[in-house]
């Protein structure tokens, strides 16, 4: 089955830097999109960014995008997001997901299958 374990998650001042890692297993996350997502409380879970199985292939929602980077560890089989100049609003649980049939073309969580139970990311002001 696959799995996935998020950490890195914690409390960090607004404009402080946190690097989320998700531990994949089961699969081989060279050879299948993997995502990140973010759900606040009372929220609906947003797409932050992708990375699919070609080289440098990334992609960013706007949230994101220029703060964050998505990156992977093939031998480790792990995936990280550094997030760089947290703002409040960037508070959330985080998870990683796998979407095999999917693409990064759009990051939405109705195309991921596989979750992990994700880390909290308190950004205070």
């Known amino acids: 089955q696959w799995h996935f374990v998020e950490s890195g998650g914690g409390l960090v001042q607004s404009g402080g830097s946190l690097r989320l890692s998700c531990s994949a297993s089961g699969f081989n996350l060279d050879y299948y999109p993997v995502a990140w997502f973010r759900q606040a409380p009372g929220r609906e879970r947003e797409g932050v960014s992708c990375?699919?199985?070609?080289?440098?292939?990334?992609r960013y929602a706007p949230s994101g995008k220029g703060r964050f980077t998505i990156t992977k560890d093939s031998v480790e089989n792990m995936v990280y997001l550094q997030m760089n100049n947290l703002r409040p609003e960037d508070s959330a649980q985080y998870l990683c997901a796998a979407a095999p049939l999917a693409n990064c073309s759009v990051i939405v969580p109705q195309l991921y299958e596989y979750w992990g139970q994700g880390t909290r990311v308190t950004v205070s002001r």
């Open positions: 990375l699919t199985i070609s080289s440098n292939g990334t």
